[in-house]
């Protein structure tokens, strides 16, 4: 028998040899791994979710009618029951102006109703713009349905004019092709900051 005979027949022993090998080693390493998993929450958790109905993370996403895009989210949010409204956390939005500008709305806590086509941001508004305002109330009503919105109170802010108050503040177009313009009324002060010329 020559060499490459020999080869050939000891190859036909260890090659199933080395297989069989290796699918015991794969069962073996198999009983090793730990099966029982954690769940990232308690039991309370789980029944607290299941009794207010809770949702992680919510978010709303829509379009106007002018292309104009409208965004809500939430850290979370509770469905409410017949004593007390719904809820959401943290609650956000972001809406997406035609020509770039952006109007970002901050609050600790809100509702949305997108059957009624509207979001409610309270407790710790900030509304700021990309062209330099940024306003605090604390309730602001917006519109799913357009880029439109208002406070029933005071508001106050800052921008590139200054330091102001009023009495109230509502946001929108004039008309359904015009630009969003931010109205300040009911009793509005000032402070007026002029630019410092460069020398």
């Known amino acids: 028998m020559d060499r490459y005979s020999r080869m050939v027949q000891f190859l036909k022993v260890l090659l199933p040899l080395a297989a069989i090998l290796l699918l015991s080693m794969v069962f073996l390493l198999s009983r090793s791994i730990e099966t029982q998993v954690a769940v990232p929450f308690s039991q ?20 106007t009618r002018n292309g104009e895009d409208i965004q809500v989210e939430a850290v979370r949010a509770s469905r409410g029951t017949a004593d007390e ?7 956000k939005g972001r809406l997406g102006l035609n020509g ?8 600790n806590t809100g509702l949305i109703r997108p059957d009624k086509g509207m979001a409610t941001f309270s407790d710790d508004v900030v509304v700021t713009t990309t062209d330099g305002f940024r306003v605090t109330t604390d309730l602001l009503n917006t519109s ?7 406070t029933p109170g005071q508001v106050a802010g800052t921008g590139p004019i200054g330091n102001f108050t ?16 931010i109205v300040f009324t009911d009793g509005v002060k000032l402070i007026y900051e002029p630019k410092k010329t460069e020398r």
């Open 44 to 63: 309370q958790d789980i029944d607290d979710r299941l009794n207010n109905q809770l949702v992680t993370q919510p978010n709303y996403r829509g379009v």
């Open 166 to 181: 009023a009495g109230r503040m509502t946001f929108g177009a004039e008309n359904s092709d015009g630009p969003v313009h």
């Open 100 to 107: 770039g500008r952006v109007i970002t709305l901050d609050s």
């Open 85 to 91: 409204a719904p809820t959401a956390a943290e609650f």
């Open 144 to 150: 799913l349905d357009e880029i439109r919105g208002d």
